[in-house]
C-alpha cells in the first residue's frame, strides 16, 4: 500500500539507478564524470590526431595537439612501405585478418560446445570441470610464457600458422560466461526437444545456439581483441616473416622510431595504430547492448 | 573360460551404458578440454616442475629440489629489493585502486539515462580495447624525452618544468606514469559486469529502503547495491587482479628496455622474462613464475571472502 502510493507521487522514476528521464539530481554526476571521460579519451583522440597530421605538423615547435589540415598522407605512407625484410603491409594486416576471424568463429563453436555440455548435461565430473575453469580464470598467461614456449616448440607448431588461433581458443572467461548464460534456458526447452526425439547435436544446434545468441556476441569481441591485438605470439612462436601479424608489425614501427626518424615514423605508426583500434571499437558498438545483456549474467558465486 | 567372456561382456556393456550416458557430454567438452590441457594446465604443470630443476635450455633439466625457491627468497637482491616492492606497490594502487574506480563509474554511470550512459561507458571501455602494443605508441610520443615531447612541451610553456624531462627513462616518474597508464585502460570486462549487476538490481529494493528510512546514497551504496550484486563485484574482482598482473610487462613497453632503468619500473613480470629469455636460466624463471600465480591465488581468495555470496 505504502509503496504503491509512494511510486505515484514520484510518477516515473527519474532518480537512482537506471533512471528513465532527465532530473537535475543528476547534473553533478556529469560534473564528476566530465574530467575523467576527457582523460580516458584523450589517448585515442591524439591517435586520431596524429594519425592525420602532415609531416610539418608532426615536426612543428611547439607540438601541437590537434591537426590543423588533415591528409591521408600517413595511410599511404604506410601502404606503400616494405617491412625491413621486404613483406607488404598489406601481408600483415591479411594474416591478422584471416587469423583473427578463424579464431573468433573457432573459439565461438569450441566454447559454447563445452558451454553447452557443462550447463545441460548431467555427468560426473561436471561440477570439478567447471570448478578448474572458474579457478583458471585466474590465470595469468604471461607467467607461463616459458613453459608454453616449450609445449609449443615439442608440438611443432613453431613457424606455423595455427600457433596463432590454436593457443586462443582455450579462453576460461569466454568458456564462463557462455555457461552461464545457457544456465538461463530454461530445462523444460530442452526435455521438450528431446522427448520429441531430437540428438544432442540437433539441441545445440537449433535451440541452444540460436537462444544464446547475446552471449556469443560478448564473446565473440572479446576473442577478437585478444588475437587482433597480439603481437607476442608472432614475435616469440614465429620466425617467418609472412606469417607474422599486422600487430607485430606496430611493434616494430614503435621500436625503431624511438632511436633514428622519430618524426617521420611518428605519424606512419599513429595511422598503423589506428588501424589497430578501429576495428574493435566498431565491434563493440555494434554488439554493446548484447554485450552488457550477457554481463548482467557474469556474477562469480564465491 | 566363460566366466571371463562373461566379465568382458559386462564391462563392455558397462562402457556401452557410460558412453550412451555421459559420453555426448565428452564429446561437446572435448576440442575445449584438449586445448586447455595443452596451452593451460600442462604449462602450469611444466612450470611448477621446471621450478625445481636447474635447466638452461641446453643440458636436461637437473633436479635440484627447492633451492630455486631458496635463491629467490634469500639471494635475489633484485627480487627482494626492487621487484617484489615494485609489483606490491604498482598491484596495491593498480587493483584495487582501478577496481574502486571502476565500480565508483559504473554506479555513477547507472544513475545517468540510457543513451548518455552507453556513450559514457563506451569512452570509458575503450581504453580497454587498445593494445599494448598501440598503447607504446601513444604514450612513447606524449611523454617522449626532447622537448618536441606533448608533456614537455606543454609544462614549459605552463612554466612548471624548465627544461624536457626524460619522463620514461627517470626511475621516479616511470612508476607514477605506469601505474596511470594501467589504470588508464583498467576498465574492461569487469567494469561491464559490474554495471550490468547494478543495473539489474531490482529498483524495488530501493524504494523499500527509501520507506524505511535510508536517506543518502553512500548507504544505498553499501546496504543494498553492493550486497544485491556480490557475484558481479567477484567477477570484477578477479578480473582486476588478472588484469593487473598480466599488465606487468607495461614498464618495458614504455621504457623500451629489460631492466628498466634503475630497475624503477621493474616487475615481477619482467623479473621472469629476463630470467627466462635473456639470461636462460628457465628453471629459476619457472620458479619466479609459480611465485606469481600463487601471488594471483591469493590475492583471489581474498576477493573471494569480501565478496562470497554463499554465507
Do not use: C
Not at chain 1, 595537439?65 to 625484410?85: I, K, R
Not at chain 2, 557475484?231 to 588484469?243: E, K, R, Y
Amino acid at each position: 500500500m505504502t509503496r504503491r502510493l509512494f511510486r505515484k507521487l514520484h510518477g516515473v522514476r527519474n532518480r537512482g539507478i537506471n533512471p528513465s528521464g532527465f532530473h537535475p539530481s543528476q547534473i553533478q554526476f556529469y560534473v564528476i564524470l566530465a574530467p575523467i571521460v576527457i582523460f580516458m579519451l584523450l589517448p585515442i583522440v591524439f591517435i586520431v590526431s596524429n594519425a592525420f597530421k602532415p609531416p610539418e605538423e608532426l615536426f612543428a615547435y611547439p607540438p601541437r595537439f590537434f591537426v590543423v589540415n588533415p591528409t591521408f598522407t600517413n595511410f599511404s605512407d604506410l601502404f606503400n612501405l616494405m617491412s625491413t625484410a621486404n613483406v607488404p603491409i598489406t601481408r600483415y594486416l591479411f594474416n591478422s585478418l584471416l587469423v583473427t576471424v578463424l579464431s573468433v568463429l573457432a573459439s565461438i563453436i569450441v566454447s559454447t560446445m563445452a558451454a553447452y555440455a557443462l550447463s545441460k548435461k548431467r555427468f560426473k565430473l561436471k561440477k570439478a570441470l567447471f570448478a578448474i575453469n572458474t579457478v583458471s580464470l585466474m590465470f595469468v598467461p604471461i607467467a607461463v610464457n616459458i613453459p608454453r614456449f616449450l609445449i609449443i616448440a615439442k608440438l611443432g607448431l613453431i613457424d606455423s600458422f595455427a600457433v596463432h588461433i590454436l593457443p586462443a581458443l582455450a579462453m576460461p572467461v569466454g568458456l564462463f560466461l557462455l555457461k552461464q548464460f545457457i544456465d538461463g534456458v530454461p530445462d523444460e526447452v530442452i526435455e521438450a526437444a528431446q522427448i520429441d526425439g531430437a540428438s544432442d547435436v540437433w539441441i545445440y544446434w537449433r535451440i541452444i545456439l540460436p537462444m544464446i545468441k547475446p552471449a556469443v556476441a560478448t564473446i565473440a569481441p572479446l576473442t577478437f581483441q585478444a588475437t587482433w591485438n597480439n603481437a607476442d605470439t608472432s614475435s616469440m612462436y614465429v620466425n617467418i616473416e609472412s606469417l607474422k601479424t599486422f600487430a607485430f608489425y606496430l611493434s616494430t614501427l614503435s621500436s625503431t622510431t624511438s632511436t633514428a626518424n622519430t618524426i617521420a615514423g611518428q605519424g606512419i605508426s599513429a595511422a598503423a595504430a589506428l588501424i589497430m583500434f578501429l576495428p574493435n571499437l566498431l565491434i563493440f558498438i555494434l554488439l554493446q547492448s548484447q554485450v552488457m545483456s550477457t554481463m548482467s549474467h557474469s556474477g562469480l558465486k564465491g | 573360460m566363460n566366466a571371463s567372456i562373461e566379465r568382458e561382456r559386462q564391462t563392455q556393456g558397462r562402457f556401452h551404458q557410460w558412453a550412451a550416458k555421459e559420453g555426448n557430454a565428452y564429446a561437446f567438452l572435448s576440442f575445449y578440454a584438449i586445448l586447455f590441457l595443452i596451452f593451460i594446465i600442462i604449462p602450469v604443470a611444466v612450470a611448477i616442475l621446471l621450478s625445481l630443476t636447474y635447466f638452461d635450455t641446453i643440458q636436461f633439466p637437473r633436479f635440484i629440489g627447492l633451492r630455486n625457491y631458496i635463491t629467490l627468497l634469500t639471494q635475489d637482491d633484485i627480487f627482494m629489493k626492487y621487484v617484489l616492492p615494485n609489483t606490491i606497490e604498482f598491484a596495491v594502487i593498480v587493483g584495487p585502486g582501478g577496481y574502486m574506480l571502476s565500480f565508483l563509474l559504473a554506479w555513477m554511470l547507472s544513475q545517468l539515462t540510457r543513451l548518455p550512459r552507453t556513450i559514457l561507458a563506451l569512452i570509458l571501455y575503450s581504453p580497454s580495447m587498445t593494445s599494448s602494443v598501440t598503447m607504446a605508441v601513444v604514450w612513447r610520443t606524449f611523454f617522449s624525452g626532447d622537448q618536441n615531447g606533448y608533456l614537455n612541451s606543454f609544462l614549459t610553456n605552463l612554466g612548471i618544468i624548465q627544461g624536457p624531462v626524460q619522463w620514461l627513462q627517470s626511475p621516479q616518474y616511470l612508476m607514477p606514469i605506469m601505474i596511470a597508464v594501467t589504470l588508464w585502460s583498467s576498465m574492461g570486462v569487469g567494469f561491464l559486469a559490474m554495471l550490468a549487476g547494478i543495473l539489474e538490481i531490482n529498483p524495488e529494493l530501493y524504494e523499500a529502503a527509501a520507506i524505511d528510512g535510508m536517506s543518502n546514497r553512500w548507504q544505498e551504496i553499501f546496504f543494498i547495491t553492493i550486497p544485491s550484486m556480490k557475484p558481479q563485484m567477484l567477477f570484477g574482482a578477479v578480473m582486476a587482479i588478472v588484469g593487473t598482473f598480466q599488465a606487468g610487462a607495461i614498464g618495458v613497453t614504455l621504457s623500451g628496455a629489460n631492466p628498466t632503468p634503475q630497475y624503477a619500473g621493474q616487475l615481477i613480470v619482467n623479473h621472469i622474462e629476463d630470467f627466462g629469455f635473456l639470461r636462460y636460466e628457465m628453471g629459476y624463471a619457472a620458479a619466479i613464475s609459480v611465485a606469481l600465480l600463487l601471488m594471483v591465488l591469493l590475492f583471489s581468495r581474498v576477493a573471494n571472502r569480501l565478496f562470497s555470496s554463499e554465507e
